[in-house]
């Protein structure tokens, strides 16, 4: 029965995936489908560029798919968001889960084997990174804008959007927020509900809380996907 879904699932999936590849890469790339997107994505826009990096394969890239513990898949829809300015690049083996948000207007780069379990939202105005491996849980928020403007009494704009950097094997967890300015290096778990809002130049950690502080070590210790 599992395996029949499975088939049924890619099966529905057949028309997205077929306007997402074509309209995004030339043909000798689009034709060997390296995005497979789910009937249950919803293409709030449809523009930017998209950039594949590293070997060129089948499915190596999947949006859309899977299930989560809290969400129903059925229901949780998720959302392409790209626009004219936007520029999404993939590494190899990435998966945005069921109910994964998009929202791109500036430069997003996804690294190899990263995992997104469902209903993340990423809002991109300036420049997010997510370094190889990395375990993103459901409900996390990325944002590396305010989205709304605070000027002086000159005009000058007081909250400029700034980059957030992910390194390679962090694993975020459920329900936890990073803002904009972040740096989260390598090997470093962030706990649940955590509200992260400044830099962690160090790796091998623990952090967590609100907002975000060192609470333990990751030395000697990794964690597994």
Request: glycine residues 8%; hydrophobic residues 40%.
């Amino acid at each position: 029965m599992k395996a029949v879904k499975k088939i049924y699932y890619y099966l529905r999936a057949i028309p997205k995936t077929l306007l997402f590849n074509f309209y995004y890469f030339p043909a000798d790339q689009a034709i060997k489908f390296p995005v497979i997107v789910s009937h249950r994505v919803k293409f709030e826009k449809l523009d930017g560029k998209v950039i594949l990096k590293g070997n060129i394969k089948t499915g190596k890239i999947r949006i859309g798919f899977g299930k989560v513990q809290i969400a129903d898949p059925a229901k949780s829809r998720a959302l392409w968001n790209l626009s004219r300015s936007g520029i999404i690049t993939f590494h190899p083996r990435v998966k945005l889960g069921t109910g994964t948000k998009l929202d791109v207007r500036g430069n997003l780069e996804i690294g190899e084997g990263s995992n997104f379990t469902g209903e993340a939202t990423i809002v991109c105005n300036h420049r997010i990174s997510f370094g190889r491996n990395s375990l993103v849980s459901w409900q996390t928020l990325f944002m590396d804008t305010d989205l709304h403007s605070i000027v002086d009494r000159n005009s000058i704009q007081t909250n400029p959007d700034q980059p957030i950097k992910i390194g390679n094997d962090v694993w975020i967890c459920a329900k936890s927020t990073i803002l904009k300015g972040v740096t989260i290096n390598n090997n470093t778990v962030v706990s649940a509900n955590s509200n992260v809002t400044t830099g962690f130049t160090d790796g091998d950690i623990i952090i967590g809380g609100n907002p975000a502080k060192a609470i333990s070590s990751m030395n000697d210790k990794k964690f597994i996907h």
